[in-house]
């Protein structure tokens, strides 16, 4: 579901395309960018350090649409932003002969961090109003300076810490075998190398007997399944609304863990239908419990416990023969 506003908005697609990337004037390697994924990843350019990228944009809407609305001094407008440094950098694009609108926007590496999201916006004058937004992007393109792949969605952390004598703010979780973090970029599973003895070796493990293989599996869905519920706690937790107070679909990893589960946790919805009904759900408090079984559901089929039990059952049972 797009925001619904009081005056005329694009019903066609809007579309940015990256047509190419350069890095202190060199050419990024094309196994950089993914127009599947919408991913740049810069970490490994060629270039250990540098200055300035580059980003030919083109982006095309609906001509058609632009030429009859109701609305005057469309303007295109490539924006690229980060929330750790809260930088951003923005660029006009400008609409050629053949209908596509063009422009270069430059990234400084001194002013970005981590991870950036490029999107497009399109606003106008209407009604004697300018700078409406009618219309922009629904899926963002991810520039990511710290990845080697172009890759949507980033792995989750592994660390293997002693709570009982490591860092402050785990100590009072000493008796728990692990605990995942989801304040950071990047989701992190902390596991506990002195609450269960011999456990972390097992998980760090690849051989073994066929009884650790299976402690192996267990405890790695286990903690998938805690780590899923995790992330999707966290990303519908602190959801942006637009001006109509609709929620808008989170970046990063928020965005992948939600567009994964939320198909299982709000069946035969959009993403953005879905999102809306569990922004619903979570502040009235009506039928959010039920959201819980879903989320849990999810969690699992993500995880693969089941699969995982009925293997470590069938060989009980075969045991036990």
């Not at 506003?5 to 960018?33: E, N, Q």
Request: charged residues 25%.
């Amino acid at each position: 579901m797009r925001p619904v506003y009081s005056y005329p908005t694009l019903l066609g697609d809007v579309d940015l395309k990256i047509a190419a990337v350069t890095v202190d004037g060199h050419p990024l390697p094309y196994s950089m960018v993914s127009p599947t994924e919408h991913a740049v990843a810069l970490h490994e350019s060629g270039r250990a350090v540098w200055e300035t990228a580059r980003f030919d944009l083109k982006a095309t809407l609906p001509d058609r649409e632009i030429s009859d609305g109701e609305w005057t001094d469309v303007v295109c407008l490539a924006a690229l932003t980060e929330k750790a440094t809260n930088a951003q950098t923005t660029r006009r694009l400008v609409r050629g002969r053949d209908g596509t609108w063009a422009g270069t926007l430059e990234m400084s590496r001194r002013r970005y961090a981590r991870r950036a999201s490029l999107s497009l916006v399109v606003t106008a004058t209407i009604g004697g109003v300018p700078g409406r937004v009618i219309g922009g992007t629904e899926r963002d393109w991810f520039v990511d300076v710290a990845a080697s792949n172009p890759m949507r969605q980033r792995d989750v952390d592994i660390v293997d810490e002693d709570f009982r004598d490591g860092p402050e703010w785990l100590r009072e979780f000493k008796d728990s075998p692990w605990i995942v973090d989801t304040s950071g970029d990047i989701p992190r599973v902390y596991l506990n190398t002195t609450a269960v003895e011999g456990l972390v070796d097992i998980l760090n493990g690849s051989a073994g007997s066929a009884e650790e293989r299976l402690v192996r599996d267990l405890a790695a869905s286990q903690i998938a399944q805690d780590a899923w519920t995790a992330m999707f706690h966290s990303a519908v937790s602190g959801l942006e609304v637009d001006e109509d107070g609709t929620p808008l679909m989170p970046d990063g990893w928020r965005e992948s863990v939600l567009r994964t589960m939320l198909p299982d946790v709000i069946p035969d919805r959009q993403p953005a239908d879905a999102l809306y009904e569990i922004a619903r759900r979570r502040a009235d408090g009506i039928g959010w419990s039920e959201i819980q079984t879903r989320i849990q559901y999810a969690a699992g089929r993500r995880s693969q416990l089941t699969r995982k039990f009925m293997t470590a059952v069938r060989s009980a049972h075969q045991k036990g023969e």
